[in-house]
């Protein structure tokens, strides 16, 4: 039998481990349970002790992706579970990802509903990247950045390097597999409302949140982005010489560099997809 490891980043979580841990080790009493304390300053350390559960501190914040690498490096299991810290999660549902798993998937993720959305804001991004990346892989993606997921821990490891240290290390994950043809499924879960404050800022994060609409396709293939844009350009620039040509009967320099703005965004993007080849290529 495939020992599981359990994996919770935590960020001054204390008040929520308190009532996750023991509904944790009660649903899953023989996995391997790591709190992945990112530079807490509560009693994080003392609650995990008392629940007799391992605690990894780190010396200061690194992000929240940090410490799913950190987790991901320390776990001794064959299957790792990650989630949240702040009990949004529920235990139970584990087992119904990993017998998902078992089914010849190499992640399966929890995809919350709408109600399971922290605000609308949230929700309609949240939707938004879904049907992009879904129009990109080719693949129904249920919920992109969802911070439930069961994965075969070999194959999560492959892709460490590619991990921001930041929030959006599902997005991420979520792409490379389908990038690397692992299979990637879905399953529906109940998120409820998380213990104490959220630590994502809506302003200032809101520039992470458009950079993962970029990373959604850069990571998958570049030129499914690179590509109707450059056509975007061309054709203006076409418009606009039909339209100088008409009225002017000349071709103007605005439509001379809406075309070479088309060949180099066209450029960039091949080079991109060369990028993005090289990356994932494996090394043994």
């Not at 690498?69 to 949004?88: S, W």
């Not at 929030?167 to 690397?180: G, W």
């Not at 950079?211 to 054709?235: D, E, G, H, Q, W």
Request: with cysteine.
């Amino acid at each position: 039998m495939s020992l599981i490891s359990i994996i919770l980043p935590a960020k001054n979580e204390a008040a929520a481990l308190a009532q996750l841990l023991p509904r944790l080790t009660a649903a899953q009493p023989g996995a391997e349970i790591l709190v992945m304390d990112d530079g807490s300053t509560d009693s994080t350390r003392d609650v995990c002790a008392a629940a007799g559960v391992r605690c990894v501190s780190a010396p200061y914040s690194m992000g929240n992706g940090a410490a799913i690498k950190r987790g991901a490096r320390a776990a001794t299991g064959d299957i790792l579970v990650f989630m949240d810290g702040d009990g949004q999660h529920d235990p139970v549902d584990i087992a119904r990802l990993i017998a998902r798993l078992e089914q010849g998937y190499d992640m399966v993720v929890g995809a919350r509903d709408w109600g399971s959305q922290a605000g609308v804001g949230r929700g309609v991004a949240n939707t938004f990247y879904n049907w992009l990346a879904s129009r990109i892989t080719g693949h129904v993606v249920a919920d992109l950045t969802s911070g439930f997921r069961v994965t075969r821990a070999e194959k999560f490891r492959e892709f460490l390097h590619l991990l921001p240290n930041g929030f959006s290390y599902p997005t991420t994950s979520t792409m490379a597999f389908f990038r690397s043809a692992y299979g990637v499924a879905y399953e529906p879960i109940k998120a409820a409302q998380r213990v104490g404050k959220s630590h994502i800022k809506p302003l200032k994060d809101g520039v992470r949140f458009l950079l993962i609409i970029f990373k959604i396709a850069t990571l998958y293939s570049p030129l499914k982005l690179f590509v109707p844009a450059s056509a975007v350009f061309f054709l203006l620039g076409c418009i606009n010489y039909a339209w100088t040509f008409i009225h002017e009967g000349r071709l103007t320099n605005m439509s001379t560099l809406m075309w070479s703005a088309a060949v180099i965004v066209f450029l960039i993007g091949l080079i991109s997809e060369q990028i993005t080849a090289l990356t994932y290529r494996r090394v043994d």
